[in-house]
T-cell receptor, first 116, second 112 residues
């Protein structure tokens, strides 16, 4: 069965600090997808990134970067020079490949607070 | 495009009452999902529909039923609400399994 662990529950940083959100996953499949979602205080869920299990290249998008390491079953998310607008709950999720029946399993989320 | 639309946004029920949460998407997506979000629990899958005409249980299906009315609409029904069903419910859709999910804005349900 697929499982996602986000061991950090709450993180508080001061603006401009870098912060890394950890995600560890479990799966028996060789084909799977990993995701990160953001949930700001307004409550909507915003898709950030999807990686497949065959692509271990790190991804950078502006101040956001993701480090995927199959050897440690981790897909960590780093925010560089954090801003107050980054305050949100961040979810990591995993989907094993099952064709049309694939479905996402979410971690419990990490609440990030960025203080001015 | 509206994306994924959920109604209602808020609802208060008494124990034992029934209600249906509505969800519609206008992105021609094949797959639709219902999740619930509880503090400290993340999002947990209640039911999903991989394609029009099919529905399957997720992680926490007890106390719920679903209907995939057509490709656009996927409703969630609580036949006899219980306080344990107090939660925020999110509907989502995707092109196909493992595609990114597009979420509605959620329904905050309180059962007293």
């Amino acid at each position: 069965a697929q499982k996602v662990t986000q061991a950090q529950t709450e993180i508080s940083v001061v603006e401009k600090e870098d912060v890394t959100l950890d995600c560890v996953y479990e799966t028996r499949d060789t084909t799977y997808y990993l995701f990160w979602y953001k949930q700001p205080p307004s409550g909507e869920l915003v898709f950030l990134i999807r990686r497949n299990s065959f692509d271990e290249q790190n991804e950078i998008s502006g101040r956001y970067s993701w480090n995927f390491q199959k050897s440690t079953s981790s897909f960590n998310f780093t925010i560089t020079a954090s801003q107050v607008v980054d305050s949100a709950v961040y979810f990591c999720a995993l989907s094993e490949w099952a064709g049309a029946n694939s479905k996402l399993t979410f971690g419990k989320g990490i609440t990030l607070s960025v203080r001015p | 495009n509206a994306g994924v639309t959920q109604t209602p946004k808020f609802q208060v029920l008494k124990t034992g009452q029934s209600m249906t949460l509505q969800c519609a998407q206008d992105m021609n997506h094949n797959s639709m999902y219902w999740y619930r979000q509880d503090p400290g629990m993340g999002l947990r899958l209640i039911y999903y529909s991989a394609s029009e005409g099919t529905t399957d249980k997720g992680e926490v299906p007890n106390g719920y039923n679903v209907s995939r009315l057509n490709k656009r609409e996927f409703s969630l029904r609580l036949e006899s609400a219980a306080p344990s069903q107090t939660s925020v419910y999110f509907c989502a859709s995707s092109e196909q399994g493992s595609s990114p999910l597009h979420f509605g804005n959620g329904t905050r349900l309180t059962v007293t």
